[in-house]
């Protein structure tokens, strides 16, 4: 039996080791279970918590009304890019800050894979048939980058 957590033992290591950085957003890409909607689902004392909210609460101590990511990654779990707030107010906070529009993931470096990382992303999709959306997650790449990958486009052998 793994030993029970405790809500109130937490603090923002329970994110260690069940993320992934992405370097390209600073995203803390949740790389365990998620819920329906993609959001990260933490389990903590037989209770279900979303990992952003979970994050904003050990982050700042409180629940948030409303957590709303600024990065518009639902599995992201950085609590830099978590703000409460309704949903309105935080649209417009988002667009005065520029943050509307997050880099694509397109465009995003993937300097952060090495060989290893390139080689179990070209099995997953040639052996397990992962879609490239679920390949990009769990390494925190976008969509197109993995495509990318996979075909051969970048990381020629
Ligand atoms: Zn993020």
Redesign the pocket.
């Known amino acids: 039996m793994p030993p029970r957590i405790r809500l109130e033992d937490l603090d923002l290591s329970y994110f260690d080791g069940r993320t992934v950085y ?1 370097h390209g ?5 949740w790389i365990k279970a998620k819920a329906s909607g993609g959001y990260a689902y933490c389990g903590i004392s037989q209770k279900l918590y979303y990992g952003h909210r979970l994050a904003f609460y050990l982050k700042w101590g409180r629940w948030p009304k409303e957590a709303m ?5 639902k599995a ?3 609590w ?3 703000e409460d707030g309704t949903r309105g107010q935080n649209t417009a906070d988002a667009y005065a800050r520029g943050l509307r529009r ?1 880099r694509r993931p397109e465009s995003m470096h993937n300097t952060h894979l090495d060989w290893t990382q390139v080689r179990e992303i070209r099995r997953l999709r040639a052996e397990e048939g992962l879609t490239y959306k679920a390949i990009g997650l769990r390494f925190a790449i976008g969509e197109n980058t993995c495509r990318y990958i996979c075909i051969g486009k970048t990381w020629k052998e």
């Open positions: 992405d957003t600073e995203c803390l890409i990511h600024t990065c518009d990654r992201c779990v950085a830099w890019h978590i997050p």
